[in-house]
C-alpha cells in the first residue's frame, strides 16, 4: 500500500512538473530529506584513526570517517571470494550508456581519493587515509590545492584571454595542455599529482605524451573521464570569455573565481539532474538548494571509508568500446587519450551514450581488473568493517535472514553459502554487490541508498549553494542564467562543439532505449 | 513592553530553574537560538582573499572570513585616534574580576590566531590571515597540530601514566614543563609555535627559563593565562588517571583522547556558563548541546576578521596586580610565570578574583598598551571594514544618527566629532570601544551582540557535542558524570589543589561584591 501511494505521488510529481511548478519543488524536497534522512547525519563519530570517539577522529580528515564502527567479523570458510566476482559471459545493463561509469569515474575520482600506498609499502594505515578535499569542487579539473590551481591557469597579464585555465588546440578542438615531454614532467606542472602507473608509461611514449596536465591524478584514467574533465575545461574557459567580455574592468583573478563559481554549480546540477536522476527507480530530483539551508542533515561533509569501497563498479566496464566504428579491449583503452584526440569531443560523447555499460552485478567484472576486487575486499577487512547485514539495517533496510534473502540468482547463493557459516558473515563489500538490482535502477538497494544518501547530503551542503552565496551576484547575469538552462551533459557539450549537435544525435547517461518496467 | 516581558521571562526562568527543570531548558533554548539569529548564518559568502564570492573564499580557511564585504570608507579627519583609548585615570570594572581578562584571553588566543609578519615585513596579506583550527579545541593545552600534541604527551610505554600530558612538580604542585634550557628551546619542543617576544626573551633568562612548554604560542602571555593553562593541563592529568583506573585494559592513547574529550567539553562548559553568563546582563544560560542538533545556524566555524579585532580588550588589563599580596606594573608581569610559580595555582586564583578588571571604556588603555590600539585601527582599515553603523545594523541595532547616540560621555562624542565628517563615518574598531556598556554586562552593545553571537554558534557546533557523539560512552561513566557537575572555573580548581578551597575562598570570574542594578 504504502509503496502504491508512493509510486502515485511520484507519477504525479513527474508528470505536471511543467502545471504545478509549486507542487513539484514540494515533492522534491519532501523526497529528497526523505532519503537523507534514512541514514544517521554527520558528524560521524568515528573514523580509521581509533575505534572509539576522539578529537582526531572528529577532526583530522585525513583519516576517512566510518559509518559503523571498526568489529571482528567471522572468517569466512574460502579465500576466493573475488570469484564472486569473476566474469564468464558479459552482462550489460538495459539503462545504462558508457557515459555512466565515465561519470561516476569522474565524481568520485575528485572526491573519494583514497590514499595509495607506495609500492610493496605495507597498505595500513594509507588504504585508511584519503587526499581528498571532502567537496564535490571539481579538483579533477582545478587541482586539491591553491598551489594546483595556480599552475593549470594560463593567468592572462594582458586584457584579454582573462581568466582561463591552459589548453591547447588539437584538430581545431579545445584540450588541456600536455603534461609530459621527451623527458618527463613539464617544470611548470611538478606541483601536479602524478597520474597513475608512473613507472609503466615510461614503457609508451604513444600513450604518455598524450595525457592531459590537469587537476586529479586520475582524470587521465580512460578517455572516457579525460572526456568529461576535457568538457568542464571547455566550459570553464567558454564562460571566462562571456565574464570577460561582460564584465570588462575585472581583472584576471576575477574572471577566472567567477567561471569556477558556474563551472561547480554546473557539475552538482549534472550529479542531481543527470547522474541522481539515472540511478533513482523512478522520482525524477530537481537541484534545489533551499532544501539544505535549514536542513538538519546539513553538517561538514566528511569522506567515509564505506564510500571509498561501495563506489568501485568495476562491472561496468564492457569488455570492449567502440571509439569511432573501431573496437577496443578495455587494456588498450587505459590511459589512451588518443582515442579521444582521434574522435574529438563530439563524436566521443555520441559514442559513448551508443552503447551499454555493464551491469553492477556478481559474475560481471572484467578479468582484467578481478585483481581489484581482491584488492577491495581486503581493504574492508582491513578497515574492520561491520557486515553487510549490519548496513542493511543502518539504512532501515530488512536484514537478510537467509542467502536467499541476499539474491534470487542460485549461483549467488550458492557461492556465499559455500563462503560464509551463516548470512551475518558476509561482508559488506562482497553483500554490496551479490545483491538483486533494485527494479529500474542499475544499482542493488544497499549500494542505491548508500550512493543517493551521501550524493545528495553531500552535493547540497556545497557552500556555493549556501543561503547567503545561492544568488545572481556571485554568478553573474549570464552565468545565472546559464545555470538555470543546464540539466544535462548534452546542454553543456552543445555549447562547446564547433559543429552543433542535431536532434539524431543523442547524449546521455540512461540509455534512449530504456523503459522502465 | 517588550523589555518588560522578556525581563519577567527572563527572572522566571532564573528563579525557577531547580523547580522547573522543562522551563528552564525551555527558556534557554529560546534565549540562545534568539541571540544567535541576531547574525546572518555560516558560512558567510567572503572572505579576506577576495572582495567577491569565490570558491576560495569559501574553503580557503586560512584567510578570515568576514561578516561584511570590502568597503571603502571615508577617511577620519585627525591620525591619532589612538587617542580615544588612551587612559587618564583608571576606571575599573564594578562587575568582572582580573580572571575575566584572563579567561577571555586564554579563550581567543586559542582561536583567533591572527597570523603575526615577521618584524619589519609588510603586515599584508598575513594580517588577514589566520592560524587557527577554527574550534574551541583547548589548542593553547593541546597544539594546533597532531604533531605538537604529540610531543605535549608524556606516552607512556609502562602499564603507569597513562595518558597523562607532560608536566613537572614545583614547590609540590603540577605545572607544564619548561620550555627552555640555557642553550634554547628544548630540541623536544622545536615543533612548537615560539612563544611571542623570542628576541627579548633572550635578554631576560630569569623570565626565559620560566617559559612553560605548552601547546599555544600566548599561553604564556601573562601569569594570568599561564594559570588558565595550568588549571585544564591539571584536570587532563587527574581525569587521566581517572580513567586509567577505571579502564584497565586501555592503552595510553586511548586514555589520552577519552581525558581530551572530557576537558574539552569542560572548557566549553566553562565558556558558556561561567564566561557567557558574565557577560550576559540578566539571563543564566545553560550548556544544552541538544539545541544545536537541528538548528540551521550550525554550520562550520570559521574566523572571522571582525573578531580577530573586537576580542582586543586592552582596556580590561589594570595597571597593577597582586600576587601573594605585592603588587605589579603591567610591564613586570608580562610572560612573568615567576609570579604564578610564587604563589601557586589556588592563591593565584584567589588573587585575581578579588581584583577588579578595567572597564572597557574609552580613554581606559595602560599608556604601555596604546601601541596596540594604533595597531589595530590600522588592521581595521588594511581589510577595508565597514563602518560602525553598517556593523550595528548588521546584528539588528539601531544606526546611530547622531555623535552623541553613541556615547553619553562628552569627552567621547567630541572626539569623535573632531575626527569624523559624518557618525556614517566611524570605523568599526572605534565605535566599538566608544559606546556606552550595555547596562549590567561588561561589555557595549554592539559587542555583547557579536561576542554572544559568535560564542555560542562556535561553541555550540563542536563536535563533541553533536548528536551522536554527546553519549556517556565517549566520556566514560566518570567523565559524565564529572561534566555534569561542572559549572565554574571554582568546581575545577578545587579538584586540582592539595588542599581543597574554603567558602571564604572566592573563585569567580563575576566579582562577589556585584549586584545588577
Redesign the interface.
Known amino acids: 500500500m504504502k509503496e502504491f501511494i508512493e509510486s502515485v505521488i511520484t507519477k504525479a510529481a513527474n508528470s505536471v512538473s511543467t502545471v504545478w511548478p509549486w507542487f513539484r519543488r514540494k515533492a522534491n524536497r519532501i523526497a529528497t530529506n526523505r532519503i537523507i534522512n534514512k541514514c544517521?547525519?554527520r558528524?560521524?563519530?568515528w573514523s580509521m584513526i581509533?575505534d572509539?570517539?576522539?578529537?582526531?577522529s572528529?577532526?583530522?580528515k585525513k583519516w576517512s570517517a566510518r559509518h559503523l564502527p571498526a568489529i571482528q567479523l567471522n572468517p569466512p570458510k574460502r579465500n576466493d571470494l573475488e570469484n564472486l566476482f569473476k566474469r564468464a559471459k558479459q552482462r550489460l545493463s538495459s539503462k545504462s550508456t558508457c557515459l555512466f561509469p565515465a561519470f561516476a569515474q569522474y565524481l568520485t575520482d575528485g572526491f573519494i581519493r583514497t590514499r595509495m600506498p607506495d609500492k610493496d609499502e605495507d597498505p595500513s594505515p594509507k588504504r585508511k587515509q584519503n587526499t581528498s578535499?571532502h567537496?564535490l569542487?571539481l579538483s579533477s579539473l582545478?587541482g586539491r590545492t591553491?598551489e594546483q590551481t595556480r599552475v593549470l591557469r594560463l593567468l592572462s597579464e594582458t586584457n584579454r584571454q582573462k581568466g582561463r585555465l591552459k589548453s591547447q588546440m588539437i584538430n581545431n578542438e579545445e584540450y588541456p595542455p600536455f603534461l609530459y615531454d621527451g623527458q618527463g614532467i613539464k617544470s611548470e606542472f611538478e606541483i601536479l599529482d602524478e597520474p597513475l602507473m608512473p613507472e609503466a608509461l615510461k614503457e609508451i611514449p604513444a600513450i604518455r605524451l598524450k595525457i592531459f596536465a590537469v587537476g586529479g591524478d586520475r582524470a587521465n584514467a580512460s578517455p572516457q573521464v579525460a572526456m568529461m574533465n576535457t568538457l568542464f575545461l571547455r566550459e570553464h574557459n567558454r564562460m571566462a570569455g562571456v565574464i570577460e567580455e561582460a564584465n570588462k574592468v575585472w581583472d584576471d583573478?576575477?574572471v577566472f573565481?567567477?567561471s569556477?563559481?558556474i563551472t561547480?554549480v554546473l557539475f552538482l546540477k549534472i550529479v542531481i539532474e543527470e547522474y541522481i536522476n539515472h540511478i533513482s527507480p523512478s522520482f525524477k530530483f530537481i537541484a534545489d538548494p533551499s532544501i539544505a539551508?535549514?536542513a538538519?542533515w546539513?553538517?561538514?561533509n566528511w569522506l567515509t571509508t564505506e564510500f571509498s569501497l561501495l563506489y568501485r563498479w568495476h562491472q561496468l566496464i564492457p569488455d570492449d568500446n567502440w571509439w569511432g566504428g573501431k573496437n577496443y579491449s578495455v587494456k588498450e583503452t587505459i590511459m589512451n587519450n588518443n582515442l579521444l584526440l582521434k574522435v574529438g569531443l563530439k563524436r566521443g560523447f555520441i559514442d559513448m551514450s551508443d552503447q551499454y555499460a555493464g551491469e553492477i552485478c556478481p559474475f560481471n567484472t572484467s578479468p582484467d581488473l578481478l585483481h581489484l576486487e581482491k584488492m577491495a575486499i581486503d581493504q574492508g577487512r582491513l578497515c574492520n568493517l561491520a557486515s553487510y547485514s549490519d548496513y542493511r539495517h543502518y539504512v532501515k533496510l530488512k536484514r537478510p535472514r537467509k542467502f536467499s534473502d541476499v539474491s534470487s540468482n542460485n549461483e549467488v547463493v550458492n557461492f556465499l553459502q559455500s563462503a560464509y557459516q551463516s548470512v551475518d558473515d558476509i561482508e559488506f563489500y562482497v553483500g554490496l554487490f551479490a545483491e538483486d538490482l533494485e527494479r529500474n535502477s542499475p544499482l542493488s538497494p544497499l549500494l542505491l541508498r548508500m550512493v543517493a544518501v551521501d550524493a545528495f547530503s553531500q552535493a547540497l551542503t556545497n557552500?556555493?549553494l549556501?543561503?547567503?552565496?545561492w544568488k545572481e551576484?556571485?554568478f553573474t547575469k549570464e552565468g545565472w542564467k546559464l545555470i538555470g538552462e543546464t540539466r544535462t551533459l548534452r546542454n553543456i557539450l552543445n555549447r562547446n562543439v564547433e559543429e552543433k549537435l542535431d536532434d539524431s544525435d543523442y547524449i546521455g547517461i540512461t540509455h534512449k532505449n530504456w523503459k522502465p518496467n
Open positions: 544517521r547525519h558528524p560521524h563519530p581509533h572509539y570517539v576522539s578529537w582526531s572528529l577532526s583530522e578535499t567537496q569542487d582545478y591553491p583573478e576575477r573565481q567567477v569556477r563559481n561547480i539551508w535549514n538538519p546539513n553538517k561538514p557552500p556555493l549556501s543561503e547567503h552565496v551576484e556571485t
